[in-house]
Structure formats: structure tokens, C-alpha cells
Nanobody, 125 residues
């Protein structure tokens, strides 16, 4: 059974940074794609970015280069580095994986089968 656990969330002032972590019970290369998503209160879950098993990354246009996905294969960890955070980045952040291409695209939640429990990120002064 695949288990994903997010960590690293917290309260940060606008303009600050956070690094979220996603621990995967399987090896880092044990999936086709890993995605990061977020869901703010009253809003739909939206895709932030993704990383392929081969290392290629893809990001949502609205991020304007503020977020970066990386991974440590030896530790089986995937990271979401978030810089220049804004109040509108406040949300619960999730990581998710899928074992094969579903055709839904890298930022569509329907493309993923396995989800973590999420970690809260709050941006406020």
C-alpha cells in the first residue's frame, strides 16, 4: 500500500519561505509522476506542480517561478520549496502519486491515485 506523508507546513509572514516534504513509502522512482496540490477554504483543489520519475518538472503558470520541486532519491523524499509567499498561498498542501499516465495532465487531481493527508500552510502577518 502506498503511503504519502507531507510535512513542513506552518505559519509564515508574507515574503517568507517554506519547504514542504513528501515522504513516499515506496522508493522515489516507484511512481510515474508525483504532484503537489493545494486547497484553500471554499476553493477547489488546484495543481501546483509535478515531477516525473525521470526528474522532469512542471509548474502551474500562476506560481511565476516562486515554487520549485526537487527530490532526494537516497531518502525517498520530494520537496516543494516555496519562496516569496503570499497570503493567497494559504492552503492545505498535498502530495499525490500515480503509477502510469492517465491522460488527465500533470496538474489535474484526477490524474493521481494516492494522496497524503496534507499539511497546512498559512501566510499571514
Amino acid at each position: 500500500q502506498v503511503q504519502l506523508v507531507e510535512s513542513g507546513g506552518g505559519l509564515v509572514q508574507p515574503g517568507g519561505s517554506l519547504r514542504l516534504s513528501c515522504a513516499n513509502s515506496r522508493s522515489t522512482l516507484g511512481y510515474y509522476r508525483l504532484g503537489w496540490f493545494r486547497q484553500a477554504p471554499g476553493k477547489e483543489r488546484e495543481g501546483v506542480g509535478s515531477i516525473m520519475s525521470g526528474g522532469g518538472t512542471y509548474y502551474a503558470d500562476f506560481l511565476q517561478g516562486r515554487f520549485t520541486i526537487s527530490r532526494d532519491n537516497a531518502k525517498g523524499m520530494v520537496y516543494l520549496q516555496m519562496n516569496n509567499l503570499k497570503p493567497e498561498d494559504t492552503a492545505i498542501y498535498y502530495c499525490a502519486t500515480v503509477d502510469f499516465e492517465t491522460g488527465w495532465g500533470p496538474l489535474n487531481a484526477r490524474a493521481y491515485d494516492y494522496w497524503g493527508q496534507g499539511t497546512q500552510v498559512t501566510i499571514s502577518s
